[in-house]
């Protein structure tokens, strides 16, 4: 939540996540889409295919977990 209020602060009541929060997400519905093809999830992202596997690493996304989402 923001909680800071005045000139230049936005007032909102909804939870604001973090950048990294939002990555990880992105990945896991691109490679839902993408039925679990990585190199097709990385281009529908507009990344690199050893971009999206960095990124996976930096997120803790593991294949496993990749999998739990893809039968989920």
């Known amino acids: ?3 800071k209020q005045g000139p230049g602060w936005p007032v909102t009541e909804q939870p ?3 950048l990294a929060e939002m990555e990880k997400q992105a990945i896991i519905v691109a490679v839902r889409a ?3 093809n990585l190199s097709k ?3 529908l992202l507009g ?3 050893t971009t999206i596997w960095r990124k996976m690493k930096e997120a803790n996304i593991s294949t496993k977990e ?3 989402y893809m039968t989920g």
């Open 1 to 3: 939540m923001v909680e």
């Open 66 to 68: 990749l999998k739990s």
């Open 41 to 43: 999830a990385a281009q």
């Open 34 to 36: 993408c039925r679990g």
């Open 47 to 49: 990344i690199g295919r």
């Open 16 to 18: 604001v996540r973090g």
